[in-house]
Structures are given as structure tokens and as C-alpha cells.
T-cell receptor
Framework: ETGVTQTPRHLVMGMTNKKSLKCEQH?????MYWYKQSAKKPLELMFV???????ENNSVPSRFSPECPNSSHLFLHLHTLQPEDSALYLC??????????????FGPGTRLTVL | KQEVTQIPAALSVPEGENLVLNCSFT??????LQWFRQDPGKGLTSLLL?????REQTSGRLNASLDKSSGRSTLYIAASQPGDSATYLC???????????FGQGTTLQVKP
């Protein structure tokens, strides 16, 4: 496997379910990101992890809970979601260092539908 | 607050045409600007990244320019092909917040 992978690619869940999205990067990067892409809206940054510490939480509801156990893996735990949370959830990674801001590489996304 | 706008929202051209996609941003305090391609229902593929100190970047038939002072970038696609059909996203990395701010994209259709 190369690049950034995400599983599952598609997920349908009820509002009372608990599920998790997984992201894995094979690029040796030190920062990982979760984005949400809803129809007809720009990508919205949700969370940023740098060196396994959360450095950004972009006012995301608590029903979304990220976890970064190591620099290669990132999870998004979901519970009691709403239908408006249906979207494409994209993971990205980059190599960040002081004074150098490098390009982000994206995974294929998880298409989430909340019934 | 940084805002990124892409015009047009959609574009349809015949195969072989050269075309230009536009991106504008409101705050010139950026580290870099990145152009992405997104196929329907798929993730993003990075096409070109221009650092704030650079004026342009080229990759194959693609050329991206950056005019930081005027808050504009263009993506030039030469000799377009049906396989170029996709949504093209522009994003700037804010030097104030470190966040990548995206435009809504331009959906390109290249007709055979």
C-alpha cells in the first residue's frame, strides 16, 4: 500500500449507531487531517494532528471524536450522528516542519450516509 | 477571514482546447497555494503546489501561476482531453492560521 488509505470507502449508519473511520498514511508524514466535504460546499477542516497531538479542533460537534494512536494512523469515531452529517470524509497527511509548509496528500475518502 | 473563490463554477469545452481556471483569495498572507483534481466521489489528487515566493509551477500540460499581491492564481490546461474531466480545487495555506482553505471548485467537462 502506498500513499493515504481510508476504510471503509462507503458507510451507511443509523443515528443510534457507533462506527469508526480509519485512515493510514504510508508516506512517513508527521501531520494528519480530517476534512468534511458536503454537497455544494467547500472542504471543511475538522481536525489536525501534528506529531500525534491534536493541534486543531475546528468547532466540530462532540459526536465526532478523533483518535491518533501513532503518526501513521488516524481514526474518526462516530456516534449519534444526524442526517446532515452525511458527506464525504477525507483524510490527508503532510510533512510539517518549522518554516516549511508542504503539500497535503489526500486519501480516497469515506462516503458516509446517515439514515 | 480568508476566502477562496473559483470562477467559473462549471466549464465545458471541446477536446483539444486550451483553457484557464481562475482562483482568487482575499488575504495575501499565505504560505502556499495548491491545485487539486477530484474525480466524482473520490479523494483529491494534488496537481501543483506553488510556494508564496514562487510565480508559477509546471507539470506536463498544466501550468499554475500565482500573483500573491493581487490574490489570484490561474491553472492553465493545454490541449485538453476527455480524461481531464473532473473538479479542480484551489486551496491556500493561510500563514495566519496554518489552515488550508479551499474554494468550491470548478467542474470541467471536456467533450470528445
Amino acid at each position: 500500500e502506498t500513499g493515504v488509505t481510508q476504510t471503509p470507502r462507503h458507510l451507511v449508519m443509523g443515528m443510534t449507531n457507533k462506527k469508526s473511520l480509519k485512515c493510514e498514511q504510508h508516506l512517513g508524514h508527521n501531520a494528519m487531517y480530517w476534512y468534511k466535504q458536503s454537497a455544494k460546499k467547500p472542504l471543511e477542516l475538522m481536525f489536525v494532528y501534528s506529531l500525534e497531538e491534536r493541534v486543531e479542533n475546528n468547532s466540530v460537534p462532540s459526536r465526532f471524536s478523533p483518535e491518533c494512536p501513532n503518526s501513521s494512523h488516524l481514526f474518526l469515531h462516530l456516534h449519534t450522528l444526524q442526517p446532515e452529517d452525511s458527506a464525504l470524509y477525507l483524510c490527508a497527511s503532510s510533512q510539517e516542519s518549522s518554516g516549511t509548509y508542504n503539500e497535503q496528500f489526500f486519501g480516497p475518502g469515506t462516503r458516509l450516509t446517515v439514515l | 477571514k480568508q476566502e477562496v473563490t473559483q470562477i467559473p463554477a462549471a466549464l465545458s469545452v471541446p477536446e483539444g482546447e486550451n483553457l484557464v481556471l481562475n482562483c482568487s483569495f482575499t488575504d495575501s498572507a499565505i504560505y502556499n497555494l495548491q491545485w487539486f483534481r477530484q474525480d466524482p466521489g473520490k479523494g483529491l489528487t494534488s496537481l501543483l503546489l506553488i510556494q508564496s515566493s514562487q510565480r508559477e509551477q509546471t507539470s506536463g500540460r498544466l501550468n499554475a501561476s500565482l500573483d500573491k499581491s493581487s490574490g489570484r492564481s490561474t491553472l492553465y490546461i493545454a490541449a485538453s482531453q476527455p480524461g481531464d474531466s473532473a473538479t479542480y480545487l484551489c486551496a491556500v495555506k493561510s500563514s495566519n492560521t496554518g489552515k488550508l482553505i479551499f474554494g468550491q471548485g470548478t467542474t470541467l467537462q471536456v467533450k470528445p
